[in-house]
């Protein structure tokens, strides 16, 4: 049995509609993911910044409970698990943003992490002329508040290190501190924080 040539031509049309049709889809489905990714909280600008997700380690920072509205069975508004390994990241490069400019100078981070009044108070102790390093460790969060829409939380970290070193004297703080982050442009920033140190 030999095919006409119409015949030949129709089934290269319907082999060629069932593959663009899988492209398609397939390219839905991707597009779809990336969108998903910046409803989540990642930063539009971080793809030429280079930032990522980055969970800190248990002994450098973590939720005391993560906690989930469908775990618990409850109406209680809670974040998803995403939500609060975007919190916890964000929170932690804060503190490395602020490190860095403490030992670099460079503050053109900062603004990526930190937003009103905690940015002002972050940028009011970098002093540039000086040779100083910061680090941390230690964070353990524990939530507050959570905003129904998802865009405001509040939690307290628990008794965290603050190491300084400044002119090779080294300081090291034991500190906890009250914390309201917010959902700007994609992206979770300290925008008020109080310190306390013991």
């Given at each position: 049995?030999?095919?006409?040539?119409?015949?030949?031509?129709?089934?290269?049309?319907?082999?060629?509609?069932?593959v663009t049709a899988v492209l398609v889809v397939v390219g839905i489905s991707l597009l779809s993911r990336f969108i998903a990714a910046f409803q989540q909280g990642?930063?539009?600008?971080?793809i030429f910044r280079g930032h990522t997700l980055a969970i800190?380690?248990?002994?450098?920072?973590?939720?005391?409970?993560?906690?989930?509205s469908a775990a618990i069975g409850t109406n209680e508004i809670l974040p998803k698990r995403?939500?609060?390994?975007?919190?916890?990241?964000?929170?932690?490069?804060?503190?490395?943003?602020l490190?860095?400019?403490?030992?670099t100078g460079d503050t053109s981070d900062m603004a990526t992490y930190w937003a009103g009044a905690a940015y002002?108070?972050?940028?009011a102790d970098i002093s540039p002329e000086q040779s100083e390093s910061l680090q941390t460790s230690g964070h353990v969060l524990r939530l507050t508040f959570f905003s129904e829409d998802g865009s405001v939380?509040?939690?307290?970290?628990?008794?965290?290190?603050?190491?300084?070193?400044?002119?090779?004297?080294?300081?090291?703080?034991?500190t906890s501190a009250s914390v309201v982050m917010t959902l700007d442009q994609g992206f979770w920033r300290i925008r008020q924080i109080t310190l306390r140190y013991s």
């Open positions: 049995m030999s095919l006409n040539k119409t015949q030949v031509k129709f089934g290269i049309f319907v082999v060629g509609m069932a990642a930063d539009p600008a971080s800190p380690e248990r002994e450098e920072a973590y939720w005391r409970s993560t906690r989930t995403s939500e609060y390994e975007e919190m916890i990241s964000a929170y932690w490069l804060a503190w490395d943003a490190g860095r400019a403490h030992l002002a108070q972050a940028m939380v509040a939690f307290e970290d628990e008794g965290f290190f603050i190491t300084r070193v400044v002119h090779s004297s080294t300081f090291r703080l034991k």
